[in-house]
């Protein structure tokens, strides 16, 4: 199996596998900045059997302070979580949601970073499945238990690489938010606007085409070239919270390229009055 088929799996191979009847867990990670519960979106209407999975209750942890707006969950309460959508011991999972790849981006990152190995994004999200003529079913969805174990029970020294603030400006370092965000022309949401000295800006929307899917190889390799990010120098991405950083690291995996997450992203940064704060386009 190539780099990008350990990362995405596309609407016509997800359908062939549940035609086919081959188990599969199928979690529904709808989130958007500024609709942060997807589960009514999810119960008018999701791929059939998907699980609802709330990205801010149960992909992140806010009794964690000091480490940005999205903390990474504990894995024990990840373990409980993922048992009761159903994930189970060698079964594949494919995680999915409705906007710019980042719920779904999140889910993927931190289960795979939890050690749970066979873990998939659908590629295009849920207009991919509806495009290629995927039923949808309507309602909530409660599943067997599942039975999976999760090996890492610290996600900040799990099984995928994570910076520290002290660590984000000794690699290059890209930066997943829009271009007036990183250039400080605008902030909705965090206290400070601009962005980390030295990063680079790739927003998460340029690693995907206009109907959502992720560019293909030649496209997203050369993106990172322009960014300087060649070889195996070692690479990071942060955005707001650490959501959206995490589609970036899917395209760069999908493409071969291991890049660590600096998990709580210019949230956490900008939570020190010291660190230094860049403006404009450089």
Known sequence: MNARAQVLITATELAELIHAEQPVTILDV??????????????????????????????SDHAVSGRGRHPLPDGRALESAARRWGVRQAVPVVVYDDWNRAGSGRAWWVLTAAGISDVRILDGGLAAWRAAGGDVETGPVAPEPGNVAVPQHDLYAGNRATLSAAQAQRVTLLDARAPDRFRGDAEPVDAVA?????????????????????????????????????????????????????????????????????PGSWSEWVSDANRPVARGPE
């Open 30 to 59: 709808r989130w958007q900045l500024d609709a942060p519960d997807g589960r009514l979106a999810h119960e008018r209407g999701h791929i059939p059997g998907a699980v609802y999975v709330s990205l801010d209750d149960e992909l």
């Open 194 to 262: 601009g962005h980390i000295p030295g990063a680079k800006n790739l927003p998460v929307g340029a690693v995907l085409t206009d109907d959502g899917t992720f560019r293909d190889d030649a496209a997203l390799v050369q993106l990172l070239s322009d960014r300087g990010v060649e070889g195996s120098a070692p690479v990071g991405s942060y955005c707001g919270s650490g959501v959206t950083a995490t589609v970036v690291i899917a395209a760069l995996a999908a493409v071969g390229h291991e890049a660590a997450l600096f």
